[in-house]
């Protein structure tokens, strides 16, 4: 069945690395997604990656993705006040349709 | 090019009355989805339409509907509105031709009182 799971909270401070981490169960998944979302806005698309990768880099985005532990990370490189935000991963299994994590709340802190 | 539009912004209903929200996609783009997102629920899939044809659908009850018009804008409506409807909701679109990039607009806050 379709699952993803994220924990609910990352505090780093401004400069370093946060790594954002999610969880899926279905291994049918054909693309994986990473979006932000900021206070009172939509969401808007960070990256994705196709089930057949391992790893997508995009400036200071990387996305690792392991297929085996049905893991999926988010790396923000030089993290900066304006990456504070909540972020989803999603999977998609069939065409269009997106089952969305419960989000991480990134805090950067000075 | 223009992004996803989605309007009201802001919509304030009583329990038992129906709503319609719209959404315009991104020029040339022929699918449009639409989710729920509630702090309780999170974000949920409610269907998706292409080319005015619905392809998906969510677990939702029946008094949540949509359509897809031959420009690709898409109206979703919620008849006999509950308290629980009160919520974000977003409308996403995608070309629709191999692409699965899923670009989302702003979203329509309605609030049922």
């Known amino acids: 069945g379709e699952d993803v799971e994220q924990s609910l909270f990352l505090s780093v401070r401004e400069g370093d690395s946060s790594v954002i981490n999610c969880t899926y169960t279905?291994?049918?998944?054909?693309?994986l997604y990473w979006y932000k979302q900021e206070p009172g806005a939509g969401l808007q698309l960070l990256t994705y990656?196709?089930?057949?990768?391992d790893m997508k880099q995009d400036q200071r985005l990387t996305v690792l993705l392991n297929k085996k532990d049905k893991h999926l990370s988010l790396r923000i490189a030089d993290t900066q006040t304006g990456d504070s935000a909540i972020y989803f991963c999603?999977?998609?299994?069939?065409?269009?349709?997106?089952?969305f994590g419960t989000g991480t709340q990134l805090k950067v802190e000075l | 090019k223009a992004g996803v539009t989605q309007t009201p912004r802001y919509l304030i209903k009583t329990r038992g009355q129906q709503v319609t929200l719209s959404c315009s996609p991104i020029?040339?783009?022929?699918?449009v989805s639409w989710y729920q997102q509630t702090p309780g629920q999170g974000l949920q899939f409610l269907f998706e339409?292409?080319?005015?044809?619905?392809?998906n659908k969510g677990n939702f009850p029946g008094r949540f509907s949509g359509r897809q018009f031959s420009n690709s804008r898409s109206e979703m409506n919620v008849s006999t509105l509950e308290l629980g409807d009160s919520a974000l909701y977003l409308c996403?679109?995608?070309?629709?031709?191999?692409?699965?990039?899923?670009?989302f607009g702003p979203g329509t806050r309605l609030t049922v009182t």
């Open positions: 996403a679109s995608t070309s629709g031709g191999g692409s699965y990039e899923q670009y």
């Open positions: 339409y292409f080319s005015e044809t619905q392809r």
């Open positions: 999603a999977e998609s299994i069939l065409g269009n349709k997106l089952t």
């Open positions: 990656i196709f089930s057949n990768m």
């Open positions: 020029s040339g783009h022929r699918s």
């Open positions: 279905d291994s049918s998944s054909t693309y």
